[in-house]
């Protein structure tokens, strides 16, 4: 029978084995970001669909660094010019050219450092960004599975997934079609990549503070806004990459 016990007995192996397995590509994936920081880049990250939490996991929260911007397909319409009727299209993440609307916007300068997740990392948008970071000489992180990647046909006119771009591949740990518990007459239940996601997401952020640290300077990490002193402390870093920070509710 499908319980909640089940599921969380089910994610916790996952959770075991993403530490276990990733520890590797979460320590270069911290060396290229740290690196970058350290030199004044921005992260930037970006996933569509429900890969946007992992975006959002790493971007302006709580513990987290500050020198962080979120890319999302709604950008298109919060930062550019295109008519808010565009979101409703449920393709819009497969269309390539979405991709140049959402550099431009970004603006990134040299030294940021691109996180990209994408639970099958086929479409359209995620493999043109990436292709596009690469091509402008940005690090590129990948966050997809391998599992399920590996087994469906890219939509890229390429040919290429976004594991094929990318200079670290961290593996979400996530199955085929990303649900983990299976229903009697076919079909599955209860997704677990964002659950993965978020836990790649701070181990990344961990490693990346161990190197600040390693290299004795101050990690530029949020507070709460709802504790005391939070808003100060955290308008006083963000000011530091005035203009490049972008912070919408």
């Known amino acids: 029978m499908i319980s909640a016990q089940r599921y969380a007995d089910a994610v ?20 290229l970001i740290a690196t970058g920081l350290r ?6 990250g970006f996933g569509a669909g429900h890969s946007e939490a992992f975006a959002a996991e790493l971007v302006a929260r709580a513990g987290g660094l500050v020198p962080t911007n979120r890319l999302s397909l709604h950008d298109l319409v919060l930062h550019g010019d295109a008519p808010r009727d565009v979101l409703a299209d449920p393709k819009l993440e497969r269309d390539p050219a979405v991709a140049h609307q ?6 990134p300068h040299p030294r940021d450092v691109f996180v990209v997740a994408s639970q099958s ?5 995620v493999v043109e960004l990436a292709t596009l970071v690469k091509e402008r000489g940005h690090p ?20 290429h997934r ?32 964002s659950v993965t996601a978020a836990l790649l997401a701070q181990l990344l952020t961990a490693e990346v503070v161990r190197r600040f640290h390693q290299a004795g300077e101050v990690p530029p990490i949020y507070l709460s806004a709802n504790v005391p002193g939070g808003d100060e402390h955290n308008l006083a870093l963000e000011s530091r990459y005035a203009g490049r920070l972008r912070r919408t509710a």
Do not use: M, W
């Open 162 to 193: 976004l594991a094929d771009l990318a200079d670290v591949v961290l593996d979400n740990g996530a199955p085929f079609g990303d649900a983990l518990l299976p229903l009697e007459g076919g079909g599955a239940v209860c997704a677990v990549s």
């Open 121 to 125: 990392g086929i479409n359209g948008s």
């Open 140 to 159: 590129l992180i990948a966050v997809t599975s391998v599992e399920h990647t590996a087994r469906v046909a890219p939509r890229h006119p390429s040919g």
């Open 102 to 107: 959402l550099y431009a916007l970004a603006a």
């Open 39 to 44: 030199a004044g880049g921005v992260l930037q």
């Open 12 to 31: 916790r192996p996952v959770l075991d084995r993403v530490v276990d397995t990733q520890a590797d590509a979460v320590d270069r994936a911290a060396d």
